[in-house]
């Protein structure tokens, strides 16, 4: 029940195109639900995140769509650019006061030119 | 934004010996620190949750003798792999929360390659 199941493992996409990227969770007491973006050797960074209490987040070419009720949410990258290229990750967590997240298993984003 | 500062970035270490990583928020003070380990192309897997002033709580699984955690300061941890094997190399993650921040708002470090030959 702790599990975010991540989906697709990999991505192509051409240049100027939309890349979305999935996620799926049990646990009906997660309310965070962050997305981080990690390039090879680095540590990941915080991309956008978003709570329940609403269903869509837009920062930039970036957004998060939330279905509560389907317990989804997802990753949409508008006009991907071959810089975007690198490994997303979703994550989930509760309000416990630690901020324990859960991470996705991850998607490695090709952005082609 | 807030920053989070790992050393060493990389370490190569004979099996046997011991390598100590530190985490360091360097301008926020972090009361709350995690430490992840990540294999090549997975996912972040938590180790521990490292308290400021308290022992640290490991995950199912992690040996605590083996990951000794220490979180002396509310801007410094410490993750010391002790008598290092070929199957410790990985990369090791850190993470603060921003004392005060919201839920979720965790900064990471750059990350810390250990390769024990």
């Known amino acids: 029940q702790q599990q975010v199941k991540q989906s697709p493992q990999s991505l192509i996409v051409q240049k100027g195109g939309i890349s979305i990227i999935n996620c799926a969770y049990e646990?009906?007491?997660?309310?965070?639900f962050p997305w981080y973006q990690q390039f090879p050797g680095k540590g990941p960074a915080l991309l956008i995140a978003?709570?329940?209490?609403?269903s869509e987040k837009k920062e930039g070419r970036f957004t998060i769509s939330f279905n509560k009720s389907a317990k989804q949410f997802s990753l949409h990258i508008m006009d991907s650019q071959p810089g975007d290229s690198a490994t997303y990750f979703c994550a989930a967590s509760q309000n416990t006061g630690f901020q324990k997240l859960v991470f996705g298993t991850g998607t490695r984003l090709l952005v082609s030119p | 934004g807030a920053v989070v500062s790992q050393h060493p970035s990389r370490v190569i270490c004979k099996s046997g010996t011991s390598v100590k990583i530190e985490c360091r928020s360097l301008?926020?003070?972090?009361?709350?620190m995690f430490w992840y380990r990540q294999f090549p192309k997975q996912s972040l897997m938590l180790m521990a949750t490292?308290?400021?002033?308290?022992?640290?709580?490991?995950e199912q699984g992690v040996e605590k003798d083996k990951f000794l955690i220490n979180h002396a300061s509310l801007t410094l941890s410490t993750l010391t792999v002790t008598s290092a094997h070929p199957e410790d190399s990985s990369f090791y993650i850190c993470?603060?929360?921003?004392?005060?921040?919201?839920?979720?708002?965790?900064?990471f470090g750059e990350g810390s390659r250990l390769t024990v030959l």
């Open positions: 993470s603060a929360c921003r004392q005060g921040a919201n839920t979720g708002e965790l900064f």
């Open positions: 490292s308290n400021e002033g308290s022992k640290a709580t490991y």
């Open positions: 646990n009906t007491a997660f309310d965070y």
């Open positions: 301008d926020f003070q972090a009361t709350t």
């Open positions: 978003i709570r329940p209490d609403v």
